[in-house]
């Protein structure tokens, strides 16, 4: 217990000067259980030392993946904390926790007044495991970074978070003000590559190093064991990456992906829904609504550009990294189908196509409420910026 104690304070003393992640402040605080769902590496556990370090009641941060959880249940470990005066638990890596759904439960029902909040990968589903959280917890998902969250923490440069409304109807007035304020020819490029997740601070040459170890890490040590997937299934699982990564965007074809794979077709299905979750992929549907993972997705995109570049590092499609830049930002915090015509729908209301400068308006005409998401510094009428969407959020 001691050890816990130690760890968590030199935790704590480690972040205070960092940058806060842009879900910090949309965060309610106040809540009672908070759960925070996010790919490895995005800035999760950073998001929990920086709320205990402002916070005044006394609070503990503890790994759940932590030696000392393989002899010792969470809810006896609470319960000698408590009496020690602590009042915040934030527990990270729950999903590497097998009582992680009960435990939180038996928490939330048996103290009135402490407060908990965990962390886990992005497949987590509150609703499952031993007991349904659903109505208990408030959850919020943390993505990779923003364009203009990449700017803030390179760069220093502190520019305003922008609706979408915004961007499409002022565009030709904001483009040339913010664009003095970084180095549009350097900075858009850079941040494709590797302003994704905020590790790249530490190295940008082993950003595409560090990306492929994390990939291989939640595949084998979050998905498989939390999906309860046999060797053989995960081993397909990452051919069937692989497999993708060469052609993205990739319009599926799910029989042949099966016969290509050696596996049914539910399966290649049901793999295809767990990368998605796992924020690996990205899967545009027709709908978001009633959503089953028996249904075919219209297309296949990696979950973020860097992941472009981290399987064609020389030959990497530009077009297919834009088309994912745009995907990528607007489904943070919007929701993004596939239309019958154009690229993008967009809150089932605003049509998009993605391009370079010479796109014209031609495959957009008699389409009400469409525009043209273009690679260029400044727009005009309806060709907006394409790095105008990376400042949603």
């Known amino acids: ?138 959850v919020y998902r943390l993505h990779g970074l923003s364009f203009r969250e990449y700017l803030n923490f390179q760069k220093n440069i502190d520019l305003p978070t922008l609706r979408l409304e915004e961007v499409l109807n002022k565009h030709h007035v904001l483009g040339p003000e913010l664009l003095d304020t970084f180095n549009f020819d350097t900075d858009f490029p850079n941040y494709l590559r590797y302003g994704y997740f905020p590790y790249f601070l530490e190295s940008k040459n082993d950003y595409h190093q560090k990306l492929q170890e994390t990939i291989q890490l939640v595949i084998d040590t979050d998905i498989a064991p939390f999906e309860e997937l046999q060797h053989s299934t995960t081993r397909t699982l990452k051919k069937l990456l692989f497999v993708l990564s060469e052609s993205v965007p990739f319009i599926p074809n799910i029989q042949k992906l099966a016969l290509k794979l050696e596996t049914p077709r539910n399966t290649v299905l049901r793999l295809l829904d767990i990368l998605d979750q796992a924020q690996i992929l990205l899967l545009l549907r027709s709908s978001t609504k009633g959503i089953s993972y028996l249904q075919k997705p219209e297309k296949i995109y990696m979950q973020n550009p860097n992941f472009i570049y981290l399987f064609s590092p020389t030959m990497a499609n530009i077009g297919s990294v834009r088309e994912t830049f745009f995907l990528n930002q607007l489904s943070a915090v919007h ?54 969407f990376g400042l949603l959020y």
């Open 335 to 388: 929701s993004v189908t596939a239309p019958k015509f154009g690229d993008f729908m967009v809150d089932d209301a605003y049509v998009f196509e993605v391009g370079g400068a010479s796109k014209t308006t031609d495959q957009l005409q008699g389409i009400p409420q469409s525009f043209l998401a273009l690679d260029i510094k400044g727009g005009s009428n309806r060709s907006v910026p394409l790095w105008l």
């Open 1 to 138: 217990m001691e050890g816990l104690i130690r760890k968590s304070e030199r935790k704590a003393r480690s972040v205070k000067e960092r940058k806060r992640r842009y879900l910090y402040e949309k965060i309610d605080w106040d809540q009672k259980l908070i759960i925070l769902l996010g790919y490895r590496g995005s800035g999760k556990t950073t998001l929990l030392l920086q709320y205990l370090s402002s916070i005044q009641r006394k609070g503990i941060y503890v790994s759940l993946d932590d030696f000392y959880f393989e002899t010792h249940r969470l809810v006896e470990s609470v319960a000698s904390l408590y009496e020690l005066g602590y009042r915040v638990f934030l527990l990270d890596e729950v999903h590497r926790y097998g009582w992680w759904s009960k435990d939180l439960k038996q928490l939330y029902d048996d103290y009135e007044d402490i407060q908990v909040v965990a962390t886990g990968s992005s497949i987590l589903d509150v609703s499952k495991g031993k007991a349904d959280l659903s109505r208990r917890a408030s």
